[in-house]
């Protein structure tokens, strides 16, 4: 899947979030979104990632960004780490991997020597027109927040 870059257009998507509820992008029509795609819920780096976008809500908020974060995971479990954690944004499932698909984050991945296919940890920033104003693939769970601040003060 080819990788998306700044001036594309995001790719649609309706995935349950915690709750079960549907969550679409054209929901998020009038105002930026920062969108993350995380491996799997309650591991480490996913912890730290979700973590930081919880912490830095009111900032991201007041610059007119909403956030959500989308991993493989059932809603059920997206549900125990939103609790467990205290994240309080939306966490959508995406077991068949189609959003990540269409994002180009779904792809081959190797751990030990094994290669596998799962989600490269990404982060995008959309603007209120659902155009991507920055991509950033690979990203560091401790650098989803700072790349997204960065890109909105056009740094």
């Known amino acids: 899947m080819a990788k998306l870059k700044a001036g594309d257009k995001a790719p649609a998507f309706a995935l349950p979030d915690q709750a079960g509820t549907k969550v679409k992008l054209s929901g998020f029509k009038g ?3 920062l969108v993350y795609f995380y ?8 912890t730290k ?18 956030a959500v974060g989308i ?3 059932k809603p059920e479990k997206q549900q125990r ?4 954690h205290g994240l309080g944004f939306p966490l959508l499932s995406d077991p068949d991997n189609k959003a990540a698909e269409a994002f180009g984050v779904w792809g081959e991945k190797s751990m030990y020597g094994k290669k596998y296919m799962g989600i490269i940890r990404s982060s995008f920033l959309i603007d ?5 104003i920055e991509a950033w693939y690979k990203v560091s769970p401790k650098d989803t927040v700072p790349k997204a601040q960065a890109a909105l003060k056009g740094e």
């Open 31 to 33: 105002q930026k979104l």
């Open 39 to 46: 491996p799997k819920a309650d591991t480490p780096g996913c």
């Open 49 to 66: 990632q979700a973590c930081s976008v919880r912490d830095a809500r009111a900032e991201l908020e007041a610059a007119g960004v909403a």
């Open 71 to 73: 991993s493989p995971d």
């Open 81 to 84: 780490f939103d609790a467990k």
């Open 128 to 132: 209120e027109k659902g155009k991507i």
